[in-house]
Each structure stands twice: as structure tokens, then as C-alpha cells.
């Protein structure tokens, strides 16, 4: 069966560094959009970054832009954010999502587009 598997969150002080990965497994990883969300509690799941299929093109929300870079190694099923200059509104619980999409020049940040889903990776920025 298709699976998402995130890691690399943790605590981390504002100004700091966190790379995340999400590790895919049961599909044809090559011919799938990746997206990144996070959630607060109580707030709505949002996007953050997504990638095309073939890697590229790729999307930013403007809250990230200029510090979170998107990457695949199709070789691996993986992908990565590099998260540069955490604020503490950055803190939330990270999701990466696949869709199958080889053909979509675009990728989406809409959480609806999406049908698989992993089960999320704590980022907690904070002095």
C-alpha cells in the first residue's frame, strides 16, 4: 500500500535550520506531485511548498519564500524542505502529501488535490 513517511522536526531556535524529509513507498513515485502543508491546532492545514513530478517546477507559499527550498531525489522516493530562517510562525505539525500528477505543469498547494498523506512531523520554533 501506497505510504508517507515524514521526519527531521524537532525544536529549533529562531534564526536556526531544520530539514525535513518525507520517505515514499507503493507507488510509481516518479509520475507524483509532493506537496508540503502544516497545521496548527485549530487552524486550517495550509501549503507550504509542492513539487512537479519531474522536479521541475515547484511552489512557495509567500510566508516561506526566500527560506524553504523543496527537492526530490527520485532515485531515493524522496523528498526534502530545507527550512532556513525558522520564525516561530513556522511552528506546526508538517505533512507531505503525493498525488498523481506527471502531466500537471503546476503543482498545488490545496489540500484537496491530494490523496495520499503521511502522519506528520513536529516543528516547534522557539527560544
Not at 40 to 45: H, T, V
Not at 64 to 76: E, H, L, Q, Y
Amino acid at each position: 500500500q501506497s505510504q508517507l513517511v515524514e521526519s527531521g522536526g524537532g525544536l529549533m531556535q529562531p534564526g536556526g535550520s531544520l530539514k525535513l524529509s518525507c520517505a515514499t513507498s507503493g507507488f510509481t513515485f516518479d509520475y507524483y506531485v509532493i506537496a508540503w502543508f502544516r497545521q496548527i491546532p485549530g487552524k486550517e492545514r495550509e501549503g507550504v511548498s509542492c513539487i512537479s513530478a519531474s522536479g521541475d517546477s515547484a511552489d512557495y507559499a509567500d510566508s516561506v519564500k526566500g527560506r524553504f527550498t523543496i527537492s526530490r531525489d527520485n532515485a531515493k522516493n524522496t523528498v526534502y524542505l530545507q527550512m532556513n530562517s525558522l520564525k516561530p510562525e513556522d511552528t506546526g505539525a508538517y505533512f507531505c502529501a503525493a498525488n498523481w500528477g506527471p502531466y500537471w505543469s503546476i503543482c498545488p498547494m490545496v489540500p484537496g488535490r491530494y490523496h495520499y498523506w503521511g502522519q506528520g512531523t513536529q516543528v516547534t520554533v522557539s527560544l
